[in-house]
T-cell receptor
């Protein structure tokens, strides 16, 4: 079983919609979680870094962690075509495990 | 500028040849990682190093080798034993375990 699982999508939404991305993790000892955004043929860039349970908001982005169900989510409000990218969840345990990534397309 | 530099951006090699991908960071990070990404797939860990002169195999280490002789450098060698080496290779670094990681821009290796 992979340590971090993510639905690869793809996901296509109209501009202005809310994008909802989800991951699950297997190791209950994980405490830190990250979301990365990757544009085509580029290296991933860090979007959000969260610790423990609850919500963290940064502009149009909200990261949510539910430790009881081992579920992490990323919400993008008022999505824009520039948000079209692959989004990867990760847990920075000793070997930095990534989910498969979800490719998102925001249609103008 | 601080960051992670991968070179070259594109690399072509003939089948059967070893090739070394460069990764240098000036962030004073202890931990460094190498990942492979294939089309439509996520990041698969090849090797990681938490400290100089020490490194560990990741999930897909077969056919690859690394060294960590200096804190700022973590080169990856793709050997002829790697059966399907054509891929996008990404290097990352972090202050340590449980810290956010920062990535280079990747090297696209094509073996013909």
């Amino acid at each position: 079983q992979k340590e971090v699982e993510q639905d690869p999508g793809p996901l296509s939404v109209p501009e202005g919609a809310i994008v909802s991305l989800n991951c699950t993790y297997s190791n209950s000892a994980f405490q830190y979680f990250m979301w990365y955004r990757q544009y085509s043929r580029k290296g991933p860039e860090l979007l959000m870094y969260t610790y423990s349970s609850g919500n963290k908001e940064d502009g149009r982005f909200t990261a949510q962690v539910d430790k009881s169900s081992k579920y992490i989510s990323l919400f993008i409000r008022d999505s824009q075509p520039s948000d079209s990218a692959t989004y990867l969840c990760a847990s920075p345990d000793y070997k930095l495990s990534f989910g498969a990534g979800t490719t998102v397309t925001v249609r103008a | 500028d601080g960051g992670i530099t991968q070179s070259p951006k594109y690399l072509f090699r003939k089948e059967g040849q070893n090739v070394t991908l460069s990764c240098e960071q000036n962030l004073n990070h202890d931990a460094m990682y190498w990942y492979r990404q294939d089309p439509g797939q996520g990041l698969r860990l090849i090797y990681y190093s938490q400290i100089v002169n020490d490194f560990q195999k990741g999930d897909i280490a077969e056919g690859y080798s690394v060294s960590r002789e200096k804190k700022e450098s973590f080169p990856l060698t793709v050997t002829s034993a790697q059966k399907n080496p054509t891929a996008f290779y990404l290097c990352a670094s972090s202050i340590g375990a449980e810290s956010e990681a920062f990535f280079g821009q990747g090297t696209r290796l094509t073996v013909v």
